[in-house]
């Protein structure tokens, strides 16, 4: 399965609706499809997954341990009921921290591609070269050919290049041919031609980063395994546990920190 952000509404010919600036997640193959139509970009970051893939194996080993215990019949049910309520705690105490460990890593790593949105590529002597010839282009020829000589490097146009065209693109602008008005603005073919650059030429990837986290973080749910397992499955319903054994469970519990607090003061 693949995380995806939408770029833009889109039905399937099933009729699922997924809508712009949602993330969803989906197989392997629609995400590719997705993506290479331009309607999606893929949303994965590996430590987010890594902790959803954590939450989901400590699930998975939580009911084996369950179905186990269940079955075995060298146990007293007293003593299986207890076993499980021990695994049952250990992984609610597990998860609470993984989501604390999400929580923290996603707040990290939205704060970093907010930074990240605003920085820009330095200035080189050869990006700056590079924009001189463009305008040195604009004099004397077409707009539509030094937009397509322009176009035809952008695959392996550097980083720098690409950002000194966008800071100096009004100056760009103002030396395409008949492409200033009498107010001064620019109008006409030419003007839509070097524009349409610019949605190339601008690095947004941090800042689609960012709105990517922001979604996550507020409409995702690293546990959504764990919550279905505490809504469904049968050692997480009323009248599971005799009370008896609870009562057990939390009189060991209390005297086991009782004794760490002992050890813990006379280590002073």
Known sequence: MNNVYMLQDHVDHDQTRRLEGKAYVVDADKAQDLVARGIAVKADFPTLDNIK???ERAVEMY???????DKNVVMSA???QYSVLKAREALDEKVEQLKKDYETEIKALTVVAAQNAFKAEAPTPEASAFVDGVLLQL???KAEDVAEMIRAQLPTMPAATKAELVRRFDEIEKYAPAAVNSSGSVSGKSAGVLRSLLPALRDNSSALEYKMLTTIQRDGAPDTPYRLLKMAHRTYQPGYLASEVYGQYRSDREYEAAMAALKASDSL
């Not at 009911?63 to 186990?68: G, T």
């Open 53 to 55: 893939r954590n939450i």
């Open 139 to 141: 004099r004397t020829g």
């Open 78 to 80: 007293h003593e299986r």
């Open 63 to 69: 009911k084996e341990h369950a179905d186990r215990t």
